[in-house]
């Protein structure tokens, strides 16, 4: 794939890949067993070689990403690269119809940041980078930082039980850390608010505890027996800062994590006082050749599951902050990017807040998000210190989208991963590229 015009590179890479077809077929008929003991050295000496080459040919690079680097250098990007992925995704996302906002960063250089259709179609309001979302269960990774925070202040344990810090929380085995991983068994309050609640007031995180209390829910299965994704343990969480640190859910977002990251695009949502947000993007859903906007409801005022506004730019400044530590130390960062062990010793593809994944055998971490017409995603390309951001307002489905916009990215990527797979392997061995879940 010739895509940036390194011709000499490419050229030479193909002579490597014959050459490495002819031991593969010479010499691994006879000896077998030294398959994947040769697929290592080989793997080392290709990578060793086009790292050099690439140092020789490519001194033309103006500042960003480069994709043949030496591990821990600082990344370059190149001018026919940039246009590579501006024309792309723009392709793609105009021909998907998209209405949104994308942000795609590696190494902290931002290689494309583009917003298509409007936030308010009644008033033909375009979408800017600056304009706000409700980012729906990306939220849970807010509150689930603010839980962290909380610990390293040493006003908790991810181990204690609830009711150490909520006494009438009416499940006295349930931890911190349950409710964090989805592994509570709670059941859903949703099902709550719509068959229990009678007050025309809006419910809060308080009254959402009240009626738990009142109904008392069995759970669906003994706490951290398995995985099952819940919206009620974030609401309860949220609950537990407000508890802990004495201040409102929006308030502790606000003063520990969006003033310290300059993220002033957003804000968690509060009903009882809704004030003029200007700038944000309404939640539709279509309707023939029209959208029609999707109003409020009374769940809307729970927060913890969701509730958090934030704009692309300010969800980047999130994504570099988890990086550079500068909100939280490196080892709680990681505690929260490792899987789950239930009690049985499984382990499940989640952590503190974060869904876990592979992608081109690399770590990924992030959360998608869908309310009321907003389908978002946050997804974190840790080894690669990439980041895709996308926020929709649509009520259309992006997951086959945010697929397309990853293999765009690493195309270079998988193309070497396949080059270097077909090189070692028959093609009776399927290519291990996990795919988005």
Not at 165 to 182: A, C, G, S
Not at 224 to 248: C, H, M, P, W
Not at 272 to 283: D, K, M, R, S, T
Request: net charge neutral; aromatic share 14%.
């Amino acid at each position: 794939m010739r895509l940036f015009g390194k011709e000499f590179m490419f050229t030479f890479v193909g002579i490597q890949s014959s050459f490495f077809k002819i031991l593969n077929k010479c010499f691994f008929g006879i000896v077998y067993s030294y398959r994947y003991l040769l697929f290592i050295f080989i793997f080392i000496l290709f990578g060793t070689f086009n790292l050099n080459v690439t140092k020789n040919v490519d001194q033309q690079g103006v500042g960003g990403y480069s994709t043949m680097q030496e591990v821990g250098a600082p990344p370059v990007v190149f001018g026919e690269e940039i246009k590579y992925y501006d024309e792309t995704i723009t392709r793609l996302l105009e021909n998907n119809d998209f209405n949104g906002n994308v942000l795609i960063a590696r190494y902290g250089i931002i290689l494309y940041n583009r917003s298509f259709g409007y936030g308010d179609f009644e008033n033909k309001a375009p979408l800017n980078d600056s304009t706000i979302f409700q980012v729906a269960s990306i939220g849970k990774t807010f509150a689930a930082a603010a839980v962290l925070l909380l610990q390293q202040r040493g006003l908790l344990e991810l181990d204690d039980p609830m009711i150490k810090h909520i006494p009438e929380f009416p499940y006295p085995d349930m931890t911190i850390r349950h409710l964090l991983t989805h592994t509570s068994g709670l059941q859903n309050y949703m099902w709550l608010i719509e068959n229990r609640w009678r007050s025309k007031r809006i419910p809060g995180n308080e009254d959402i505890l009240d009626l738990f209390v009142k109904y008392t829910l069995p759970v669906n299965f003994q706490p951290g027996q398995r995985f099952d994704y819940s919206n009620t343990g974030y609401v309860f969480l949220a609950l537990l800062i407000e508890r802990v640190s004495g201040k409102s859910y929006a308030g502790f977002i606000e003063e520990k994590i969006f003033e310290p990251l300059n993220m002033n695009h957003s804000f968690v949502k509060d009903l009882n006082n809704p004030g003029i947000v200007e700038n944000l993007a309404y939640g539709y859903r279509r309707f023939r050749n029209s959208y029609i906007r999707i109003p409020h409801n009374y769940i809307d005022g729970v927060m913890g599951d969701k509730g958090i506004y934030s704009s692309v730019i300010d969800l980047y400044k999130w994504d570099q902050a988890l990086y550079n530590n500068s909100l939280l130390p490196d080892n709680l960062i990681r505690e929260a990017f490792e899987r789950t062990r239930l009690n049985n010793s499984r382990t499940v593809s989640y952590g503190l807040g974060w869904r876990l994944q592979t992608f081109l055998d690399r770590k990924v971490v992030h959360h998608p998000g869908r309310w009321n017409g907003y389908r978002t995603s946050f997804k974190r390309f840790i080894d690669d210190n990439t980041t895709i951001i996308v926020l929709n307002n649509t009520s259309k489905d992006i997951t086959c989208l945010i697929e397309d916009l990853q293999h765009i990215v690493f195309c270079n990527e998988i193309e070497r991963f396949a080059s270097a797979y077909d090189t070692l392997y028959s093609a009776n061995h399927p290519l291990p590229v996990h795919p988005v879940k």
